[in-house]
């Protein structure tokens, strides 16, 4: 069996790589229906990266994404996802379009609700210092997206079987037959309304709200507070982040438990002080998805050592945020891990290139003029094969030596 697990480079809306997971797993399935190529979407970055996601969808000829995972409420994960579906899922006039939508797994629709000025004053220590003026002006914003709201809530809960915060001990009926998913985390379940809160992280990022909401925080006390507010409530949504892992299964329906692929969000140190202890070497995975754009509360020496990966994939590109984290890089670098990076300037580990995996421009990119793909990386493996190989497009990295 096939699969190709493709890490697409997610952008802000000027073109520029940003932080952000958007990442298609396609594989052979032998639907009862059909032979056609199964696919699972995780997360769809900033909205930009809707583009890059429907062109990639294209270019492996899908048309039914059999299950979607919203892993949690943060933008650079679920504003892509929510335009996609708009754009590209919604019936439109009657006219069927370009994709179908089987399964959703993500926060419920409710998490996308535009916040009240009550509520949204209630997040913020001392609102009442503020000025209703302010905050009106921030909530406003907020408010215009209720329509986006109301049409994924139309999408996700009209015309698709649709599960809202999995959580680990939820029971899923099995979607594929070739290919297991275990859900590892959250443990417990938040209600939305408890984690709406990090709306605010919308309002709050200087720069990156431009992508999103339009809105500039020039008040400097206020912008002080609401992000004091939002970093409380980002870590409570990251925490929440849905993390699985998924495993090939051969003919005779058995684990191929060398070909194993472990997709975390943003799982910060609380969600993998649940994980550790409670899956131990089921953590186990060649490639790790490494979590929250590689930073250090995402990633620590223990979490290398009980998932052991062998190729470590940093969703993140050039960013106000920091990520990844130089020691995160250095860490991965030590144990000679292979990292990539879905966008440029990587600190750490000049070239993944090396070593016996197998790394070639892919062909087909040239044929395809989109900079909204073309520093995807892509890994292909075939399970079937006596050894894996993996081939990917790390173009993003300065090359020494591509074999
Ligand atoms: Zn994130
Ligand atoms: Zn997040």
Not at 238 to 245: F, G
Not at 270 to 299: A, C, D, N, Q, Y
Request: proline share 5%.
């Amino acid at each position: 069996m096939k699969v190709n697990v493709a890490f697409l480079t997610t952008r802000d809306n000027r073109g520029d790589p940003q932080i952000g997971d958007c990442i298609v797993i396609t594989f052979d399935e032998r639907f009862a229906e059909v032979q056609r190529k199964a696919c699972i979407v995780i997360d769809g970055g900033y909205t930009s990266s809707k583009v890059a996601l429907k062109n990639y969808l294209a270019l492996e000829q899908i048309k039914i994404i059999d299950l979607m995972v919203a892993t949690h409420i943060d933008n650079d994960h679920i504003s892509g996802l929510k335009a996609f579906l708009i754009d590209y899922v919604k019936e439109k006039n009657g006219r069927k379009n370009k994709f179908e939508l089987r399964n959703y797994w993500g926060p419920a629709p409710k998490a996308f609700e535009p916040i009240s000025i009550t509520e949204f004053a209630s997040y913020i220590p001392d609102a009442n210092d503020l000025g209703i003026e302010e905050l009106s002006f921030i909530s406003q914003s907020v408010d215009e997206n209720e329509k986006l709201y109301d049409t994924v809530k139309e999408i996700l809960a009209e015309n698709h079987i649709f599960y809202p915060s999995v959580r680990v001990r939820d029971y899923i009926p099995e979607i594929f037959e070739s290919m297991a998913i275990d859900i590892l985390a959250p443990d417990k379940q938040i209600p939305d309304d408890k984690i709406k809160g990090q709306r605010l992280k919308e309002a709050s990022l200087g720069d990156d709200l431009v992508f999103d909401l339009e809105i500039d925080l020039t008040d400097a006390v206020l912008k002080e507070k609401v992000n004091a507010a939002a970093l409380e409530n980002n870590r409570t949504a990251n925490n929440q982040s849905i993390v699985i892992k998924l495993t090939p299964l051969d003919d005779n329906g058995q684990r191929i438990a060398s070909c194993t692929f472990l997709f975390t969000g943003d799982a910060e140190k609380e969600s993998w002080e649940f994980m550790i202890p409670r899956w131990g070497s089921e953590l186990e995975s060649e490639l790790l998805k490494v979590s929250h754009h590689g930073s250090r509360t995402g990633t620590n020496e223990a979490v290398l050592q009980i998932v052991k990966p062998k190729y470590c994939i940093i969703c993140a590109g050039k960013n106000r945020h920091g990520l990844p984290d130089e020691d995160v890089l250095k860490m991965i670098d030590e144990k000679n891990l292979k990292i990539f990076c879905t966008g440029r300037n990587p600190k750490v580990g000049e070239s993944p290139c090396t070593g016996n995996r197998i790394l070639r421009k892919c062909p087909r990119w040239d044929n395809v003029n989109k900079k909204h793909i073309k520093e995807t990386i892509i890994f292909e493996v075939d399970t079937n094969a006596p050894a894996m190989t993996y081939s990917g497009n790390p173009c993003g990295f300065k090359r020494r030596n591509v074999p």
